[in-house]
């Protein structure tokens, strides 16, 4: 199990990332994220080394979960939100896995939502469950004690997660954006691809006609035809490249011409957002996922079926494509009832 350890230094070379002891400079081979790391910067540090997870506790529970193929083939943001949990939990460690029970999971859980909030007290429990049912034939557990616990509702005073953006804000925000983030913006907007797939999407995903990537989530292929003003934007993007930058094969590139972060691009996006929103050029509640949903609201304003706007999208099922159709049935048939009400005649004969 990791914890968070200072004194390392991360450094990306030639695409790859590796990680040297600050002090001493040596690098550490060991892989990030594994008990070995921790040992090996421990040994660096000149302290005494942590004897290694037990057999039948969390610890080693966690510990033989992120060595498994299961967990190595997650997407790697997955596993840095699924780390975030590990570490929280690692107090816990010592924790024997037959006096784990549900309510021990719901006290993990309310604790978690006192320091954490809401989402990552109900991450706390499905992290718990996934450990379980991968634990259980395996023969750690013998039942999923997080099965039955129930996650904590989202308040109804708040309001919509990711909404989607009203045609306004989308041409207030390309209008007045930075390149690279109008860029992006662009890109979701037209395909509804995720953050993560914006800014990871290479050039050579781009033909002129269409765009072609693997989706992260659920990493399977995906391609769809390009939108006119997506057409424009990318040929005059990469027709003004310098010799240097199209030495990157990244489309979206940060203000000093290289690739963005997750972390990077979160924080340049919402820092342009939140400036746009205390001028009240757009209404709070804007967030870059957004844009995925306001492609299947305009795919259902525009009259496609959940099984056309699903495969816009790159869902497996219709299910999360349903919303989109269904709120925009609704709209429809209530714009039709209330231009029936104005075109019926009261009995009287008065209007």
């Known amino acids: 199990m990791i914890y968070r350890i200072r004194g390392v230094k991360k450094v990306r070379a030639r695409g790859h990332i590796y990680f040297y002891h600050r002090r001493t400079g040596e690098r550490i081979k060991a ?79 309310d604790r978690a939502f006192a320091k954490h909030k809401r989402r990552f007290a109900n991450y706390v429990v499905q992290i718990f469950s996934t450990l379980c049912r991968w634990g259980k034939p395996r023969g750690w557990v013998g039942s999923n004690p997080a099965a039955d616990v129930p996650l904590i509702r989202r308040p109804r005073s708040l309001a919509p ?121 757009v209404q709070a509640g804007l967030t870059f996922h957004g844009l995925r949903h306001t492609v299947g609201k305009m795919l259902a304003e525009a009259g496609c079926d959940t099984r056309t706007i699903a495969a816009v999208l790159g869902h497996a099922t219709e299910e999360m494509a349903r919303k989109y159709s269904e709120a925009e049935d609704r709209r429809r048939r209530v714009v039709g009832a209330i231009r029936k009400l104005e075109r019926k005649k009261p009995k009287n004969g008065k209007q």
Not at 77 to 104: C, E, H, M, N, W
């Open 31 to 109: 892989e990030y994220g594994t008990d070995a790391f921790v040992q090996e910067v421990m040994r660096l540090n000149g302290q005494p080394l942590r004897q290694p997870a037990k057999d039948g506790t969390l610890a080693g529970l966690i510990a033989a979960y992120r060595a498994s193929p299961e967990f190595l083939s997650l997407a790697e943001r997955t596993r840095k939100d699924y780390q975030r949990v590990f570490d929280y939990l690692a107090p816990a460690g010592d924790l024997i896995l037959t006096k784990l029970t549900s309510a021990g999971v719901i006290t993990a859980r």
């Open 161 to 281: 997660a990711n909404r989607p953006w009203t045609d306004a804000e989308l041409e207030t925000v390309l209008i007045r954006a930075p390149a690279s983030i109008r860029l992006a913006v662009l890109l979701a907007a037209s395909t509804g691809m995720r953050e993560g797939d914006v800014i990871r999407f290479l050039w050579s995903g781009y033909d002129g006609t269409g765009i072609a990537f693997r989706q992260r989530k659920p990493g399977v292929p995906h391609w769809l035809p390009a939108h006119r003003r997506l057409r424009e934007a990318l040929d005059a993007t990469r027709e003004a490249l310098d010799e240097e930058e199209r030495r990157h094969a990244v489309v979206v590139l940060g203000e000093r011409g290289k690739p963005f972060t997750s972390n990077g691009f979160q924080s340049r996006f919402f820092k342009f957002i939140r400036k746009l929103e205390r001028e009240s050029a």
